[in-house]
């Protein structure tokens, strides 16, 4: 199984500040036949189900808003939040989907200080 | 798009659970449908997925044997069942649509269903 790490675990974050929160996986997850990197980012809301905040690395899903920035490749991955607002506080999990079993970091919990 | 799943579970060890998913507001056999658990202040793990047109199934191999997902395309309905429970069993099970074909990006969750295993 693919494993993903993230740091930090826990962010205190203050509001308008920029926050940034590290992604690593055990193997690559460049797909070098169509070249795409199977990496995504989800956020889970306190009391809330996970939602999807980036896919394949970089791209925002609907209604995400710009401040959301992911980036990185092969196995080492990064999503910043430009400038932090309050709703933005929850855990956030990276994901792998290159292979089953598909597989999630340990998760990052920002707050707010 | 709506994905409701059905109420809380208390069982014992070494019983079944059978949580179901309901699917509303597309067409249910051109979309996958994950399944993903959470213990207690755990993460995010990836159980399987089912094809409703068809019902295939992937399972992840941990789980192999012990998980079997159907679905009843005339109820639009996903179900997961868990046999042999142990009380490492006990999360939020949640249901989640697969945005396109085979992506396996989730676009769509359910609210979850805790199951709470316990003698």
């Known amino acids: 199984d693919i494993v993903m790490t993230q740091t930090p675990l826990s962010l205190p974050v203050t509001p308008g500040e920029p926050a940034s929160i590290s992604c690593k996986s055990s193997q690559s997850l460049l797909d070098s036949g169509d070249g795409n990197t199977y990496l995504d980012w989800y956020l889970q809301k306190p009391g809330q189900s996970p939602q999807l905040l980036v896919y394949s690395l970089s791209y925002r899903a609907s209604g995400v808003p710009d401040r959301f920035t992911g980036s990185g490749s092969g196995t080492d991955f990064t999503l910043k939040i430009s400038r932090v607002e309050a709703e933005d506080v929850g855990v956030y999990y990276c994901m792998q989907r290159i292979d089953f079993p598909l597989t999630f970091g340990p998760g990052t919990r920002v707050e707010i200080k | 798009v709506q994905l409701v799943q059905s109420g809380a579970e208390v069982k014992k060890p070494g019983a079944s659970v059978k949580v179901s998913c309901t699917a509303s507001g597309y067409t249910f056999t051109n979309y996958y449908i994950h399944w993903v658990r959470q213990a207690p202040g755990q993460g995010l793990e990836w159980m399987g997925i089912i094809i409703p047109s068809g019902g295939s199934t992937t399972y992840a191999q941990r789980l192999k044997g012990r998980v079997t997902l159907t679905r009843d395309t005339s109820a639009t309905t996903v179900y997961m069942e868990l046999s042999s429970l142990r009380s490492e069993d006990t999360a939020v099970y949640y249901c989640?649509?697969?945005?396109?074909?085979?992506?396996?990006?989730?676009?769509?969750w359910g609210q979850g269903t805790l199951v709470t295993v316990s003698s």
């Open positions: 989640a649509r697969d945005r396109g074909g085979d992506e396996n990006i989730f676009d769509y």
